[in-house]
């Protein structure tokens, strides 16, 4: 574990997120961290499609996804 000091307010703000997002205050600076490096690598690519991605990517490694499978010989919509 390494100690760093933070900015209080940056701290406070941390929290009132941890707390919406039901994460501890650690979990939330090293998820924004995370978010944050994701963006700075892929500067085209929006913060919604980041965290989508980020969460479709815990579903699958939980097993909560179905597969896709195409119905057969079905019409196409007009």
């Not at 941390?14 to 892929?42: C, F, L, M, P, W």
């Amino acid at each position: 574990m390494t100690k760093i000091i933070l900015d209080e307010a940056f701290v406070l703000e941390s929290t009132i997120r941890a707390k919406a997002s039901g994460r501890s205050v650690a979990q939330q600076i090293e998820y924004d961290a995370k978010i944050g490096r994701i963006a700075i690598d892929n500067p085209d690519l929006s913060y919604v499609f980041i965290k989508e991605a980020l969460l479709a990517k815990g579903e699958l490694g939980s097993g909560e996804l179905t597969p896709y499978l195409r119905k057969k010989n079905r019409p196409l919509d007009s």
